[in-house]
């Protein structure tokens, strides 16, 4: 690629960033500091901590992202060794499947959990069957622990984050390293604390950072169990206020700067890059063969986890087939017609069209810019590629909710992107929100297909007379093809289970997109909850697609989809 | 200090056998090399003795000790890895201070004995680098002393030098024998550099597909090959094909046949006698043949001079032998370098340098 291109790439993709990820964020901090005489105050963000409801909502917030982290770790570090290091039956399979938790958004699968442990579910009755629980007095689950709950709900959700991340450092380490530890009389159990553990550190880290502030910010889950007690709900539940209150403003603030606190922390303690454990592997690693009955262990670790985590989806599916449930096991009797109204509620199919659209066009944009600067940041040698780089993976380290917020503020009437809105209609804002979320998922795919392949394929090309754009489009482009696929394909699936900016941006029910659409079919009386499950349930069927044909695309380069 | 012993070691990975029923013992003490192509099964004999695979049948002994199920951690060996394989989150001296720790050593002992052994290495003052920040070289230092400080039983070398450039592995070859010999070391040394096994080795096996080809002294294995394959992994040499046609009026030497005329040659067994008429093969170094005339030896090579390389110590020709293959000649501290031409020439060797191999 000839160096002005290079150039222009970094130009556009800086102005496109400065517009569209620093300017919203600006923008929301500047609504968070502004005074209704336009004075610098900071009035708004002391009533944050003086008030007793947001400083709740915020400890809550935090609880909620430390042990949802420290769940999800203690849950997939071991499936991560295991995987890497043992050969049990079913491995590959196991493996495949441990993404299924992630198919859906977890808010929906929030649905089918409050199927299951409410007081009349399936939980309570399966306890009255067995005699173990009193009839007249059942255990009320969500409402007495609906903190355990969301807490639960996210781990079952975001463990893969880790588990991929985790999984492929440990394949990525050199086998020789934990070698001459045992050479130097080092047993397996402190090998893995002196010398495992500490290298794949910096891949343990990326994934828990991403889990810790998905969880700190997450607004569906804790909006479904109906606890208001976190800063995301907070937030949510204050815009429906007149848009002038500065509060939703200032709670974002707030979170955007302990995201960053927490991040930067972890990343003190536990990200030092220079202990990557890297470098070519000189010996093979072999799989060891465990004994059968441990070999069977493993593989009830996996599927028992698994199982445990697509529970929630389960009681989705049930919940969209069921025409009665309530105080049973499993639904009474079922039935197809929650599909066939689904298909003729005023939202879904305007929900559907619209998700579709919104999703596709950011899929395209996300591609074009992803593209770019992975090729730009991989195979160029121009002064500010990494920034360019470290730039598109920003918007996994910032809360979708503040982003959002960010859109918001700089839309209002008056502001310079007012125009954006096009009226009412939320189109340009939710794609070019979708685009800038998803960007990390195509970038790191991208790059990783243009690592892989040698750039002296390209210069043959050149030797033999091809302009640098076309041997890019005739070798290149070609070869990383599937790479680009897969990233395309989280990038859509992704944005079409988008959550915070659908629930914000979009304010009309005709604009609605899938995400919204659920969430308002919830909460309407009647079959709703039911026809909320079968939007669900495709959602769910688009998404478990087309993660494991990413998957299966990009290997064990997964993983690098979820990295800061 | 231990003698190890191998017995039958067999060895698959999946259907192909990578190690077939093989036997070894080394002494206590002695520098010995495992010699092979990629691929013979070198670094999965050391890794077996090491204690990184189990083989599926056959035993290790270190001294009387069966060691054969014995982990490892628990084998007291010391290795250095190809890779080094160094740990990137440790500075120097934690790299080295590990394996005092893991047996667990008081801090004074660990403090005295890993500047002891940075000092033995040339690295004194280094211990607080980390490892990124220094050169290959000073890697595969770092490598050595972390192996010997924890004094180990016997140490293993899997192709320490070969991410070094070529004047450090001269150097690194005569330090590391040094400090063998200085400890009286048990060395286990893999590598497929024939210069570093001749210039190092007490004694040496030569590997090829999972099997011991040959054992036995540089030396030994220089002249006497046991193998076609062996005369020309261990150094360059020109085959020639022919059939034994009797024992010669030299005792222990015989007459073989070739396209060209009559050679005359030895064994590279002294207890084999080849019988008239079995088909050889003649192993003859380009060293050991000459321009000059050798009035005790009846090898004549009558052809012409196709190809002159001048290397300065030495100079190599490629001679056409009429009737004959290409041969190397090679010229030791040449006077007259010949050029390439049609003219007639002839080049001798010596009986004792015609080594008959079994075909």
Redesign the interface.
């Given at each position: 690629m000839s160096k002005s291109l290079s150039i222009l790439i970094f130009l556009v993709m800086t102005a496109f960033f400065a517009c569209f990820f620093a300017y919203p964020i600006w923008a929301a901090l500047e609504a968070a500091f502004r005074g209704p005489d336009h004075k610098f105050t900071l009035e708004y963000i002391s009533e944050v901590f003086l008030n007793e409801l947001y400083r709740e909502g915020l400890w809550n917030s935090f609880i909620i992202a430390v042990w949802t982290t420290l769940g999800s770790l203690a849950i997939a570090l071991p499936l991560a060794v295991c995987y890497v290091r043992f050969a049990f039956p079913g491995r590959a399979l196991l493996n495949s499947l441990v993404l299924m938790p992630m198919i859906l958004p977890p808010f929906v699968g929030a649905i089918g959990i409050k199927a299951m442990l409410g007081q009349a579910g399936a939980l309570n009755s399966l306890l009255i069957n067995l005699g173990l629980m009193d009839a007249m007095h059942p255990t009320d689950w969500l409402g007495q622990q609906r903190m355990l709950g969301i807490i639960i709900m996210e781990v079952l959700h975001l463990y893969p984050i880790i588990y991929l991340n985790a999984a492929a450092a440990l394949s990525n380490l050199?086998p020789?390293?934990e070698?001459?530890?045992?050479?130097?009389?080092?047993?397996?159990w402190?090998?893995f604390w002196?010398?495992t553990l500490?290298?794949i550190?910096p891949g343990v880290f990326a994934g828990g950072t991403i889990v810790f502030v998905w969880s700190f910010t997450e607004m569906g889950v804790p909006l479904l169990f109906d606890y208001d007690r976190v800063t995301a709900v907070q937030v949510f539940r204050s815009i429906n206020d007149l848009s002038g209150n500065p509060f939703p403003y200032a709670l974002v603030t707030v979170m955007l700067v302990f995201s960053t606190l927490f991040y930067l922390t972890s990343k003190l303690f536990f990200g030092?890059s220079?202990?990557?454990?890297?470098?070519?592997?000189?010996?093979g690693r072999?799989t060891i063969k465990l004994p059968v009955w441990l070999g069977w262990a493993c593989t009830a670790f996996f599927a028992g986890v698994t199982f445990l985590a697509v529970l929630p989806h389960l009681g989705v599916v049930l919940l969209s087939f069921s025409k009665d449930w309530y105080g049973t096991v499993i639904p009474h009797s079922l039935t197809l017609t929650h599909y066939h109204d689904a298909l003729g509620h005023e939202l879904t199919l305007s929900s559907i069209a619209n998700s579709l659209k919104y999703s596709a066009l950011a899929m395209l944009v996300a591609l074009i810019l992803g593209i770019g600067v992975a090729y730009v940041s991989v195979r160029t040698r121009i002064w500010g590629r990494q920034i360019l780089d470290a730039m598109a993976m920003l918007p996994l380290a910032v809360p979708g909710i503040v982003m959002a917020f960010g859109y918001l503020a700089m839309t209002r009437e008056g502001q310079p992107f007012h125009w954006l809105m096009l009226g009412e209609d939320p189109l340009l804002l939710l794609v070019i929100a979708y685009a800038v979320r998803r960007l990390p998922y195509v970038v790191r795919s991208a790059a990783a297909g243009f690592q892989q392949v040698s750039p002296t394929l390209e210069e043959a090309a050149q030797n033999l007379g091809a302009r640098p754009e076309k041997a890019l489009w005739r070798i290149t482009l070609p070869l990383v093809a599937p790479n680009l696929v897969a990233g395309g394909l989280l990038a859509f699936s992704f944005a079409m289970l988008e959550v915070s900016d659908s629930m914000i941006l979009a304010q009309q029910a005709a604009h609605f997109p899938i995400t919204k659409a659920i969430y308002s079919l919830v909460l309407s009386l009647g079959s709703g909850p039911n026809l909320a499950s079968a939007l669900g349930v495709w959602a769910m069927i688009f998404l478990a697609v087309t993660i494991l044909g990413a998957g299966v695309i990009l290997g064990k380069k997964l993983g690098a989809l979820f990295r800061v | 200090m231990v003698t190890i012993t191998i017995q039958e070691l067999t060895k698959r990975f999946g259907g192909s056998v990578v190690l077939s029923s093989v036997n070894l013992q080394i002494e206590a003490g002695e520098l010995f090399f495992l010699l092979g192509p990629s691929g013979c099964g070198k670094?999965t004999l050391l890794?077996h003795i090491?204690?990184?695979?189990t083989p599926d049948e056959g035993k290790i002994w270190f001294d009387d000790e069966d060691v054969t199920r014995l982990?490892?951690?628990?084998?007291?060996?010391?290795?250095m890895?190809?890779?080094y394989?160094?740990?990137?989150?440790l500075n120097v001296a934690q790299n080295v201070a590990?394996?005092l720790e893991?047996?667990k050593r008081p801090r004074k002992e660990i403090e005295h004995r890993v500047a002891e052994a940075l000092d033995q290495v040339k690295l004194d003052g280094l211990g607080s680098r980390?490892i990124?920040q220094l050169s290959g070289g000073q890697q595969q230092r770092v490598a050595l002393a972390?192996?010997l400080v924890?004094r180990p039983k016997c140490l293993?070398l899997d192709e320490p030098l070969s991410n070094l450039d070529a004047k450090l592995r001269l150097e690194m070859r005569t330090e590391i024998r040094h400090i063998c010999k200085q400890h009286g070391l048990t060395a286990i040394y893999v590598t497929h550099d024939r210069d570093e096994a001749l210039s190092m080795a007490d004694r040496m096996a030569i590997m090829e597909v999972g099997k011991l080809v040959q054992v036995g002294t540089p030396t030994e294995v220089y002249r006497n090959p046991a193998t076609r394959m062996v005369a020309e992994f261990i150094g360059e040499t020109n085959f020639v094909e022919g059939r034994t046609l009797r024992e010669s009026s030299w005792a222990g030497f015989f007459d073989v046949e070739t396209p060209f005329g009559m050679l005359r040659g030895r064994t590279n067994d002294s207890s084999w006698q080849p019988a008239p008429g079995q088909p050889v093969v003649l192993s003859i170094r380009p060293e050991a043949m000459t321009f000059a005339n050798l009035t005790d030896s009846p090898n004549r090579f009558p052809g012409h001079i196709v190809d002159t390389t001048y290397l300065g110590p030495t100079v190599q020709y490629l001679l056409q032998v009429q009737n004959g293959p290409l041969m190397k000649v090679c010229e030791i501290n040449p006077q007259e370098i010949r050029p390439p031409s049609q003219e007639e020439t002839r080049a001798m060797a010596g009986m004792n340098d015609v080594v008959i191999l079994r075909k």
């Open positions: 050199d020789a390293l070698e001459a530890a045992a050479n130097l009389g080092c047993n397996a402190s090998r002196r010398v500490p290298l550190m030092n220079s202990a990557s454990g890297g470098g070519r592997a000189t010996t072999e | 670094t890794r090491a204690g990184f695979y982990p490892a951690h628990k084998r007291g060996t010391g290795m890895f190809q890779s394989a160094l740990w990137p989150h590990f394996g893991e047996r980390k990124q972390r192996a924890i293993l």
